[in-house]
T-cell receptor, first 109, second 117 residues
């Protein structure tokens, strides 16, 4: 079956660093995506990992360990506008993008 | 970059009517498109995979006779919610993959907020 787990919600302070974890068990693996979604809007792409290691892109970094079925999204220098839902999604062997339940991040002053 | 246009953005209909949602890839050809449904404070749930020129493949638990999918061209897929009821009210989002873009090639439409009253 398909199982993608991430925390339901997290709270962090403006200017701080936050790490959002994602663990997965899926039928095949062809890559892991992180998306940001604001309420009522479509998801926007943040990162894509297919090999183990850390991918850095500005204030956002994403890490993948395929052997552990584990990824995290790291957000640095948090801003109020980063308050959103963060979705972990796995591109499985069937060519489908399967989403976790999403992590609602609240950034407070 | 790749653009996926989805219409309408929102629609309110009476119970029992049918609603059609369109998803278009504007600057690339999409042989495959995906339809998702999202309830409030929940994640995106894959409903079906739309295949150009052939039948859609539905995820377990999704009624294919209720959610009709047509993918008649390489740039257009439509989802029709037939005989809609209040429990069908949700946020529906389509996506397509522009294979020219490699790993980040999944592009989402802007979503359709469907409310059945």
């Amino acid at each position: 079956g398909q199982n993608i787990d991430q925390p339901t919600e997290m709270t962090a302070t403006e200017g701080a660093i936050v790490q959002i974890n994602c663990t997965y068990q899926t039928s095949g693996f062809n890559g892991l995506f992180w998306y940001q979604q604001h309420a009522g809007e479509a998801p926007t792409f943040l990162s894509y990992n297919v090999l183990d290691g850390l991918e850095e892109k500005g204030r956002f970094s994403s890490f993948l360990s395929r052997s552990k079925g584990y990824s995290y999204l790291l957000l640095k220098e948090l801003q109020m506008k980063d308050s959103a839902s963060y979705l972990c999604a796995v591109y499985n062997q069937g060519g489908k993008l399967i989403f976790g339940q999403g992590t609602e991040l609240s950034v407070k002053p | 970059g790749a653009v996926v246009s989805q219409h309408p953005s929102w629609v309110i209909c009476k119970s029992g009517t049918s609603v059609k949602i369109e998803c278009r890839s504007l600057d690339f050809q999409a042989t495959t498109m995906f339809w998702y449904r999202q309830f409030p404070k929940q994640s995106l749930m894959l409903m079906a995979t739309s295949n150009e020129g052939s039948k859609a493949t539905y995820e377990q638990g999704v009624e294919k006779d209720k959610f009709l999918i047509n993918h008649a061209s390489l740039t257009l897929s439509t989802l029709t919610v037939t005989s809609a009821h209040p429990e069908d009210s949700s946020f529906y989002i389509c996506s397509a993959r522009d294979r020219r873009q490699g790993g980040d090639g999944y592009t989402f439409g802007s979503g359709t907020r469907l409310t059945i009253v």
